[in-house]
């Protein structure tokens, strides 16, 4: 099993930027891909950002440059700038590894414009 743990959010005015944080435990040997997804009220999980073992990452269009995912050993970091009202939404760390998926209790992140 793991154990994803967020934190890092807040509120935060349009333009300005949040860095979210995940720390993982229990068996972190055997993760593969660890990522971020959000969900706003009213609207369906979607992907944010994914990066595997290998370093490879993946960003939906929404992130235009402004998000960077990053990694390190069992810890998952997303670096958002100018950030923007749509942007608002809990956000949720992702992890995988051989024996199925694994989320964490999510973070809210609120942007005022």
């Known amino acids: 099993q793991v154990q994803l743990v967020e934190s890092g959010g807040g509120l935060v005015q349009a333009g300005g930027s949040l860095r979210l944080s995940c720390v993982t435990s229990g068996s972190i040997f055997r993760i593969g891909t660890m990522g971020w997804y959000r969900q706003a009220p009213g609207k369906q999980r979607e992907l944010v950002a994914t990066t595997t073992r290998t370093g490879r990452t993946d960003y939906a269009d929404f992130t235009k440059g402004r998000f960077t995912i990053s990694r390190d050993n069992a810890k998952v970091y997303l670096q958002m700038n100018n950030v923007k009202p749509d942007d608002t939404a809990v956000y949720y760390c992702?992890?995988?590894?051989?024996?199925?998926?694994?989320w964490g209790q999510g973070t809210q992140v609120t942007v005022s414009s």
């Open positions: 992702y992890a995988n590894d051989v024996t199925g998926e694994f």
